[in-house]
């Protein structure tokens, strides 16, 4: 068995894993900045169907359509959303924890500061 093969295959995985959630994550923060938000945070069906028309200027037909597939599958993506955002909480949760540790206090409340700015603004530095 080559398993020089296997773990090459097994470190592609994962890079296409790790892009697939930076991606994600980007267009998360790019929605996050549109003001069409539902309750729970996450961008509403309306803005990303806006994104989609403006990026491809769908037709009348292909935006009834992809609104269409997208209320189809709705429940399933809320639930999946929820699922996804109770473990990155948790995940995200231990890491400041965890950075809360070797900062000094004064550090530790810069820190919490500049999280508490980074929800309302993100990608600002944190000086």
């Known amino acids: 068995m080559n398993w020089r093969k296997i773990g090459g295959g097994l470190l592609l995985m994962l890079a296409g894993g790790f892009l697939t959630i930076g991606t994600e994550h980007m267009m998360m923060l790019h929605h996050h900045r549109q003001a069409h938000h ?10 990303i169907l806006d994104a989609l028309d403006e990026q491809l200027d769908l037709t009348s037909a292909q935006r009834d359509s992809i609104a269409g597939i997208m209320s189809h599958h709705q429940t399933a993506v ?3 959303w929820r699922a996804i ?3 990155l909480g948790t995940s995200m949760d231990s890491v400041h924890m965890e950075i809360g540790r070797v900062l000094t206090p004064e ?3 810069k820190f919490h500061h500049w999280l508490r700015s980074e929800m309302d603004h993100p ?3 944190p000086r």
């Open 107 to 109: 550090q530790t409340e």
């Open 38 to 47: 539902s309750p729970s945070g996450k961008p509403s069906s309306a803005a």
């Open 78 to 80: 809320d639930s999946a």
């Open 123 to 125: 990608n600002v530095s």
């Open 85 to 87: 955002h109770r473990e």
